[in-house]
């Protein structure tokens, strides 16, 4: 069964950062790319990033240069560094693998 459950999400300033972990267990973690997706109150669910297997990170438009994306295959995990946080980036943060997510972090970015 694939699990995935994340953390380190919270209430941060605009400007702030935040460090996202999504810890998974019940696949092949090191053959599988992950992802980050995330959904605002009232909106679509939005691609985020994705590390592949080799560690090739991808981004939304919106988030290059303030997001970094990275994995650890040796503790199963992949983990969103998050700076220069804005208002908009305020949403539930889902750990992704195909067609599977957790159950979400909440990022609230507010003064």
């Known amino acids: 069964e694939v699990r995935l459950v994340e953390s380190g999400g919270g209430l941060v300033q605009p400007g702030g950062s935040l460090r996202l972990s999504c810890t998974a267990s019940g696949f092949t973690f090191s053959n599988s790319a992950m992802s980050w997706v995330r959904q605002a109150p009232g909106k679509e669910l939005e691609w985020v990033s994705t590390i592949s297997t080799g560690g090739t990170p991808a981004y939304t438009d919106s988030v290059k240069g303030r997001f970094t994306i990275s994995r650890d295959n040796a503790k199963n995990t992949v983990s969103l560094q998050m700076n220069s946080l804005k208002s908009e980036d305020t949403a539930l943060y889902y750990c992704?693998?195909?067609?599977?997510r957790g159950q979400g972090t909440q990022v609230t970015v507010s003064s």
């Open positions: 992704a693998r195909a067609s599977s």
